[in-house]
């Protein structure tokens, strides 16, 4: 942490810097604009030569500060998106993640149970916490990559491209200072899929004689050649050329509209393209990645997107238009733009997204956070060493061996049961994307992820929390019918019912659920559960002062304590 607040702190001097000529060089630059106009002034009344060449030197140093301003501009909004990179940075390695403003909830639905149980989407989530995807592709491969399932050969290659990343921190962290000002919107999307079905009819060349006759027309006129042939020629040609493209100006308004709008952005996607480019990476999926990823097209895109922005200025609209049918001239090269790059560019914004979301799951490592690479297996097996709850500061690690299909967990009320659970289930998310897990050692192998943890009534649709969590349970019952590997979290099993109707139905359930291929954790209160022929490990709590503590270790065999008559004392229920 303390390189990245070193860094923040040289870029807030520069920025200092920066703003300090900035601010210089505007004050001169309304100087000389005021003295260029005074200077015009009294040419033009004085009938002094003088004046209108003072003029013109203060018109051309105009020119030169605002040039120096810009390039001022462009380094202090560098340095900026650096400052803010590092200040995120500091934020997750501080365990402020909580205040980053993407948390993935556009990828969540009700029915995505995995992701509401084990907080991967919403606030305080491990989206939130990992994601540095600027673009919606890459927030969404994301997204995917945490809800999909994999095998072994796809974690793998995954596990190579996220480390060789981890180890490019300076690329990494250009990458996050190129995309700043790239926004997860809708525009992006929205013309990707207008552009599959637009068909552009581009105009003959032969329509350009009219411009081309047009300007000799006006060189004419400027040296007063041809007079008065090519006076009369320039206003028929101007007015000719202004009223076509008046008449026209809706039809290209609605083609020029979507893509103008991305006309920001490109220049953000073209500098990363070529950072890209640059690189040499030793990753096959990081090469892939990078073959289909042409910067050639993102750059005829981004010029083509400047100078459609360029009509949206009147006096621009009327001059480029008037002598050049400049409309006219950017519908050609909109078509050939799609007829070379239209059915490929999809691929590429994807590909982009992709090496976003790999740099999402580098961050952990390279935010110095305590982290391993897990080992997958092709057998059945889940153990860990030293594994922690990654959204929790300070959280206890903990050592386990499924040495079992099924393990019961007792123990007493805010003791870790819950949390013991989503701190695998998280882990084994960030395994299966190929990334680092927060812990000394964790070997598992590819597994369907199913939980019951969450569950409310359904007022709408007129379902229990007690049938909710039925139809959570049928779900793991008939997966497990496909005989593939699974591993099913269920968080005070049937705790909806009696006490008679739950016992026997979660004997039957972890019955039918104790299968070869399959792990299953339950936590629960009942303790004739642990009577079953499963493995047993318990949280537990201890006094002192008159005040319950939890140390948050899971430890062999059923639980022989409860807190619940304390907590019903300290509340006042109990005498």
Not at 44 to 61: C, R, T
Request: proline share 1%; aromatic share 14%; net charge neutral.
């Amino acid at each position: 942490m303390n390189e990245f607040i070193q860094k923040q702190n040289e870029f807030y001097e520069k920025l200092k810097y920066y703003q300090k000529r900035m601010n210089i060089i505007s004050i001169l630059r309304f100087i000389v604009f005021v003295f260029m106009i005074i200077f015009l002034l009294y040419g033009y009344f004085q009938k002094n030569n003088y004046g209108y060449i003072l003029s013109i030197i203060s018109f051309i140093l105009f020119f030169i500060l605002v040039y120096i301003h810009n390039q001022y501009k462009k380094k202090y909004h560098y340095l900026d998106a650096k400052y803010k990179v590092c200040n995120k940075h500091i934020q997750r390695i501080q365990g402020k993640w909580q205040e980053f403003s993407e948390t993935g909830e556009q990828f969540m639905s009700d029915k995505d149970y995995k992701a509401i149980d084990l907080d991967i989407f919403g606030h305080a989530s491990l989206f939130q916490m990992i994601n540095v995807a600027s673009t919606y592709y890459g927030q969404k491969y994301l997204a995917n990559l945490f809800m999909n399932d994999t095998n072994k050969d796809e974690i793998f290659e995954r596990q190579k491209a996220i480390a060789e990343l981890s180890s490019m921190k300076d690329f990494v962290i250009e990458m996050e200072t190129l995309n700043v000002s790239l926004k997860n919107d809708s525009y992006l999307e929205n013309w990707i899929q207008q552009m599959k079905e637009l068909k552009v009819k581009k105009v003959s060349n032969m329509i350009f004689i009219i411009p081309v006759i047009t300007i000799i027309a006006f060189i004419g006129v400027c040296f007063s050649i041809g007079y008065p042939y090519n006076r009369i020629l320039l206003e028929i040609g101007f007015v000719l050329q202004l009223a076509v493209s008046l008449i026209c100006y809706s039809y290209h308004s609605s083609l020029f509209g979507p893509i103008i709008k991305l006309s920001d952005g490109m220049q953000c996607y073209v500098k990363s393209f070529d950072k890209i480019h640059e690189m040499t990476f030793q990753s096959e999926l990081l090469k892939d990645m990078q073959n289909h990823i042409d910067e050639n097209a993102i750059k005829a895109l981004s010029i083509l997107t400047s100078r459609m922005s360029y009509r949206q200025n009147i006096v621009a609209f009327v001059l480029l238009n008037g002598f050049g049918l400049f409309d006219f001239y950017l519908t050609n090269q909109y078509a050939n733009w799609l007829e070379l790059y239209a059915n490929k560019i999809t691929d590429y914004f994807k590909s982009f997204g992709e090496l976003e979301a790999f740099m999402s799951l580098s961050i952990l490592k390279i935010d110095e956070f305590d982290v391993c690479m897990p080992i997958i297996t092709d057998y059945k097996e889940l153990s860990f060493k030293n594994l922690k709850h990654p959204l929790i500061n300070k959280a206890v690690g903990n050592d386990f061996k499924m040495s079992e299909s099924c393990c019961i967990i007792t123990g007493s009320n805010m003791s870790g049961k819950t949390t013991f659970m989503r701190m695998i289930g998280l882990n084994l998310v960030l395994a299966y994307c190929g990334g680092y897990v927060f812990g000394e050692c964790l070997i598992c192998n590819p597994m369907h992820i199913l939980t019951s943890m969450r569950i409310k009534d359904n007022v709408e649709e007129g379902i229990s929390s007690f049938y909710g969590e039925l139809l959570r349970i049928k779900e793991m019952i008939d997966y497990a019918k496909e005989k593939q590997p699974m591993i099913c979290f269920i968080d005070e099993i049937f705790k909806g019912t009696n006490s008679l109707d739950r016992i026997a139905g979660a004997h039957e359930t972890i019955k039918k659920l104790s299968q070869e291929h399959i792990y299953i954790l339950v936590t629960t209160h009942d303790y004739e559960l642990t009577h079953l022929d499963c493995l047993n490990y318990h949280f537990e709590e201890y006094y002192k002062d008159n005040k319950i503590y939890f140390d948050y270790s899971i430890k062999d065999g059923p639980s022989t304590s409860s807190n619940g008559q304390f907590l019903l004392k300290q509340v006042g229920i109990l005498e």
